[in-house]
């Protein structure tokens, strides 16, 4: 079975500092995601990724297949960013995933 | 855009009472999931239906069953519900392996 590890689980920095959030896994997988939780409880998927890197206004998602490791960095952070980082991978025909325990980010103004 | 609805926000049942969370997306995604979220053990998939009718235990599905009668409705069902069961519920939906869409979520309380 798929384990997957977030580090830190906790991250507090100044608004405008660079972010950056690690996922690791133990085996091959087709496809690793980066989902959001705001307080309150709602998810979104912020991005859904196989190899290289995505970038969506100030977040990047990167992917090293051979290390078995995922990056969310985000840039000029601001306080709307605290949210809970979610971390999730999947498998080819499989819709199932595989969650890590997220990595709570406060950011402060 | 997808909508996934979660019938309730918070919920307050006492030991012993069956309860029945509801959860309807609009989008005709072929897949639905319950999972529940614990502080420290992140999301835990519960049940997970890929079709009507059709359902597939997940990881805890102890203390739970679940319907899916119609396409867009999927139910989890605390059988007779006790504390441990008190939780954050999250219905999500995905068509094929395309990424899941998540309701609001369910804070359930078992006194």
């Known amino acids: 079975k798929n384990e997957v590890e977030q580090s830190p689980q906790n991250l507090t920095a100044q608004e405008g500092e660079f972010i950056t959030i690690n996922c690791s896994y133990s085996v091959g997988i087709s496809a690793l995601h980066w989902l959001q939780q705001h307080p309150g409880g709602g998810i979104v998927s912020l991005f859904m990724l196989s190899s290289g890197k995505k970038k969506h206004g100030r977040l990047i998602a990167t992917i090293n297949i051979q290390e078995k490791h995922s990056s969310l960095h985000i840039t000029a952070s601001h306080p709307r960013d605290s949210a809970v980082y979610i971390c999730?991978?999947?498998?080819?025909?499989?819709?199932?995933?595989?969650f890590g325990t997220g990595t709570r980010l406060t950011i402060i103004p | 855009d997808v909508k996934v609805t979660q019938s309730s926000r918070y919920l307050v049942k006492r030991t012993g009472e069956k309860v029945f969370l509801e959860c309807v997306q609009d989008?005709?995604?072929?897949?639905m999931f319950w999972y529940r979220q614990d502080p420290g053990l992140g999301l835990r998939l519960i049940y997970f239906?890929?079709?009507?009718?059709?359902?597939e235990k997940g990881d805890i599905p102890e203390g739970y069953s679940v319907s899916r009668e119609k396409k867009e409705r999927f139910s989890l069902i605390l059988e007779s519900a006790s504390t441990n069961q008190t939780s954050m519920y999250l219905c999500?939906?995905?068509?094929?392996?395309?990424?899941?869409?998540f309701g609001d979520g369910t804070r359930l309380s078992i006194l």
């Open positions: 999500a939906s995905s068509q094929g392996v395309q990424p899941q869409h």
């Open positions: 239906s890929y079709d009507v009718k059709m359902k």
């Open positions: 999730a991978t999947s498998n080819f025909g499989n819709e199932k995933l595989t």
């Open positions: 989008m005709d995604h072929e897949n």
